[in-house]
């Protein structure tokens, strides 16, 4: 294959504010689009009860190879003209070791969607971005994505060594495994999730394009293991430094924090770029790189680019909801825009930015008016019991249900729902009993600070188009 390496990633930003339409806008500019391949499964399912506007699920889901899978989907989910506002999502199953074939099913859907949308109507390379802490979706996900030809997978949030060969095994089809952290595991306990395409395919399916694989890595040390622990081949890397939006690597050493309780990042922190270039491999710097000068500076140290998240997040074609999207944007207009690393929000114990929001969980009194339900379960935790069978917990479900798992109380203190609203960020938030609406949560790099320098003048907003042109200098 002839590659050409894009100079610009616009970085995978789960849920779905990397959606399909921010990923085709920014593909079609030239550079490469990437949509968040996290939680697919439960956007086709709003999508379509919402009555899928515009009509786009149900476009994909009809070029979709195996046509039952795709009609048992739509004939469960699609309410035409859209669920009543006030009535809740319908729920799908949480995650587990062995998963249900529907939740299968939903996950190679709602991936092979995205990926296909984010493709329509133009032949560039389009990414899609997992976290590899959210383990049990990896392989029917993966798969879906592939079937709609992704180009390259992009992986943060831990050490993805087991997925290059996952991706090799789906693009033949073969059957795959992903060993699962399982806290307390003992020697001898099986702690894999396993999944065969071929008990999903209806028919015989051409060999598929194995994707690129990109990691995410924030150290030397890590990007070094990558290439040495791997089951396959590792492409390049993103190098993701802690002002990036989303989850961040911890600092590494002992744990030093601000007054605000920020965790301090110090030169331990700080990639060699040099040491980088020595692995031979193609790589983007990610994390307030956002300028035509940093994207310089990155090529003369031998890179091929930079990776953007926050001023994509910011600009009219992302797929946050337009009132926090605008919420945020004003904040940042006017100088009062803050983002917090907060160490506690997120229950996989990374770092998480929060962007301040009136009316958001980022507000104490908002976060303590929720009442805890972990009814999405990506960030559960799989922990050994008793009997030696798998349980799973999240430290931001109830604590009369997470202490009984073996989890410390002291691990619930601030811990915040990401799943629900994260997914709330996108406008599908979820009804709770008693008509509770799920509340925002948003996060951002603290590259938002300086976000309205993309804003044309005279304009208010910009697009994905604005970012391009000034981090490429030109008109793209
Ligand atoms: C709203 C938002 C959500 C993000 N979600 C993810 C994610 O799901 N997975 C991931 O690997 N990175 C995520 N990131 C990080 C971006 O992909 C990107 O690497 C980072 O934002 C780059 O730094 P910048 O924000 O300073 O441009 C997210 C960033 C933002 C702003």
């Given at each position: 294959m002839?590659?050409?390496?894009?100079?610009?990633?616009?970085?995978?930003?789960g849920?779905?504010?990397?959606?399909?339409?921010?990923a085709k806008?920014?593909?079609?500019?030239g550079?490469?689009?990437?949509?968040?391949?996290?939680?697919?499964?439960?956007?086709l399912?709003?999508?379509?009860?919402?009555?899928?506007?515009?009509?786009?699920?149900?476009?994909?889901?009809?070029?979709f190879p195996?046509?039952?899978m795709?009609?048992r989907?739509?004939?469960?989910?699609y309410?035409?003209?859209?669920?009543?506002?006030?009535?809740?999502?319908?729920?799908?199953?949480?995650?587990?070791?062995?998963?249900?074939?529907?939740?299968?099913?939903?996950?190679?859907?709602?991936?092979?969607?995205?990926?296909?949308?984010?493709?329509?109507?133009?032949?560039?390379?389009?990414?899609?971005?997992?976290?590899?802490?959210?383990?049990?979706?990896h392989?029917?996900?993966?798969?879906?994505a592939?079937?709609?030809?992704?180009?390259?997978?992009?992986?943060?949030?831990?050490?993805?060594?087991?997925?290059?060969?996952?991706?090799?095994?789906?693009?033949?089809?073969?059957?795959?495994?992903?060993?699962?952290?399982?806290?307390?595991a003992?020697?001898?306990?099986?702690?894999?999730?396993?999944?065969?395409?071929?008990?999903?395919?209806?028919?015989?399916?051409?060999?598929?394009?194995?994707?690129?694989?990109?990691?995410?890595?924030?150290s030397n040390?890590?990007?070094?293991?990558?290439?040495?622990?791997?089951n396959g081949?590792?492409?390049?890397?993103?190098?993701?430094?802690p002002?990036?939006?989303?989850?961040?690597?911890?600092?590494?050493?002992?744990?030093?924090?601000?007054?605000?309780?920020?965790?301090?990042?110090?030169?331990?922190?700080?990639?060699?770029?040099?040491?980088?270039?020595?692995?031979?491999?193609?790589?983007?710097?990610?994390?307030?790189?956002?300028?035509?000068e940093?994207?310089?500076?990155?090529?003369?140290?031998?890179?091929?680019?930079?990776?953007?998240?926050?001023?994509?997040?910011l600009?009219?074609?992302?797929?946050?909801?337009?009132?926090?999207?605008?919420?945020?944007?004003q904040?940042?207009?006017?100088?009062?825009?803050r983002?917090?690393?907060d160490?506690?929000?997120?229950?996989?114990g990374?770092p998480?930015?929060?962007?301040?929001?009136?009316?958001?969980?980022?507000?104490?009194d908002?976060?303590?008016?929720?009442?805890?339900?972990?009814d999405?379960?990506?960030?559960?935790?799989?922990?050994?019991?008793?009997?030696g069978?798998?349980?799973?917990?999240?430290?931001?479900?109830?604590?009369?249900?997470?202490?009984?798992?073996?989890?410390?109380?002291?691990?619930?203190?601030?811990?915040?729902?990401?799943?629900?609203?994260?997914?709330?960020?996108?406008?599908?938030?979820?009804?709770?009993?008693?008509?509770?609406?799920?509340?925002?949560?948003?996060?951002?790099?603290?590259?938002?600070?300086?976000?309205?320098?993309?804003?044309?003048d005279?304009?208010?907003?910009?697009?994905a188009?604005?970012?391009?042109?000034k981090?490429?200098?030109?008109?793209?």
């Amino acid at each position: 294959m002839d590659l050409e390496y894009p100079k610009i990633i616009q970085g995978g930003m789960g849920v779905a504010i990397s959606n399909w339409n921010l990923a085709k806008a920014v593909s079609k500019l030239g550079q490469l689009g990437v949509v968040s391949g996290v939680a697919l499964e439960v956007l086709l399912v709003r999508r379509l009860q919402d009555g899928d506007v515009g009509g786009h699920m149900r476009r994909a889901l009809e070029n979709f190879p195996f046509r039952e899978m795709a009609e048992r989907a739509v004939d469960r989910y699609y309410i035409p003209g859209g669920k009543a506002v006030d009535k809740p999502y319908a729920a799908i199953p949480m995650h587990r070791q062995v998963a249900s074939k529907r939740l299968h099913e939903l996950c190679i859907l709602g991936n092979f969607a995205e990926v296909f949308l984010a493709r329509e109507g133009h032949d560039r390379p389009v990414g899609i971005n997992y976290l590899e802490k959210i383990q049990m979706p990896h392989l029917a996900s993966a798969y879906g994505a592939m079937l709609a030809g992704a180009a390259y997978v992009i992986m943060g949030a831990g050490i993805p060594t087991m997925i290059p060969g996952v991706l090799d095994g789906l693009s033949n089809h073969e059957p795959v495994s992903y060993n699962l952290n399982v806290a307390g595991a003992q020697q001898g306990d099986d702690t894999l999730a396993r999944f065969d395409p071929k008990g999903f395919m209806e028919g015989d399916h051409p060999p598929l394009d194995r994707p690129m694989f990109l990691p995410i890595v924030a150290s030397n040390v890590l990007a070094t293991t990558m290439l040495r622990r791997s089951n396959g081949k590792v492409d390049g890397f993103v190098i993701e430094g802690p002002t990036a939006g989303g989850h961040n690597a911890p600092p590494r050493g002992e744990l030093k924090t601000n007054e605000g309780g920020e965790p301090i990042y110090g030169e331990r922190d700080v990639v060699d770029l040099g040491k980088i270039r020595k692995l031979g491999l193609p790589f983007w710097v990610a994390g307030g790189a956002a300028s035509a000068e940093k994207l310089r500076e990155v090529l003369e140290a031998g890179g091929n680019g930079i990776q953007v998240g926050t001023a994509f997040a910011l600009c009219n074609d992302s797929g946050m909801s337009d009132k926090y999207r605008t919420g945020l944007l004003q904040e940042a207009v006017a100088g009062t825009a803050r983002v917090i690393t907060d160490r506690l929000a997120s229950p996989t114990g990374f770092p998480f930015k929060v962007a301040q929001l009136e009316g958001s969980l980022s507000e104490e009194d908002v976060y303590l008016s929720r009442t805890r339900v972990c009814d999405l379960g990506y960030l559960r935790e799989a922990y050994r019991k008793d009997d030696g069978s798998l349980g799973y917990r999240c430290a931001s479900e109830p604590a009369e249900t997470y202490l009984p798992k073996g989890g410390n109380e002291s691990d619930t203190v601030g811990r915040k729902c990401i799943c629900n609203s994260l997914v709330a960020n996108a406008g599908y938030p979820q009804i709770q009993k008693g008509g509770a609406v799920e509340k925002p949560l948003l996060t951002s790099g603290d590259d938002l600070a300086e976000i309205a320098r993309f804003i044309p003048d005279g304009q208010t907003s910009y697009t994905a188009r604005d970012v391009i042109n000034k981090l490429l200098g030109s008109e793209a």
